[in-house]
Nanobody, 120 residues
Framework: QVQLVESGGGLVQAGGSLRLSCFAS????????MAWYRQAPGEQRELVAT???????TYGGSVKGRFTISRDNAKNTVYLQMNSLKPNDTAVYYC??????????????WGQGTLVTVSS
């Protein structure tokens, strides 16, 4: 089993910054793409950013130029640097990872989420 634990959420004023971290632990054979998603109250979960093992990144349109995803493969950790935060960035942010087991299966795992609240 692989577990993801997020940290770094909290309350910040509009225009401020936060850095989220997500650490993977457990029976890790190989972790492939890692990602951040978010879900605002009453909304569907949406993709924020993804990053491959070779650090290729993609971003959702609403965060491009403001958020930066990165990862430390040696530490099995992915980060999300969030700058110029806006009130509509308020959401629970979830870490996601695709990992490969020793028998070759690809599995997806989610973290429990961390709340980010941006006040106006």
């Amino acid at each position: 089993q692989v577990q993801l634990v997020e940290s770094g959420g909290g309350l910040v004023q509009a225009g401020g910054s936060l850095r989220l971290s997500c650490f993977a632990s457990g029976s890790i054979f190989r972790i492939h793409t890692m990602a951040w998603y978010r879900q605002a109250p009453g909304e569907q979960r949406e993709l924020v950013a993804t990053i491959t093992t070779s650090a290729r990144t993609t971003y959702g349109g609403s965060v491009k130029g403001r958020f930066t995803i990165s990862r430390d493969n040696a530490k099995n950790t992915v980060y999300l640097q969030m700058n110029s935060l806006k009130p509509n960035d308020t959401a629970v942010y979830y870490c996601n990872a695709v990992h490969q087991t020793t028998n070759g299966a690809f599995l997806q795992v989610w973290g429990q989420g961390t709340l980010v609240t941006v006040s106006s």
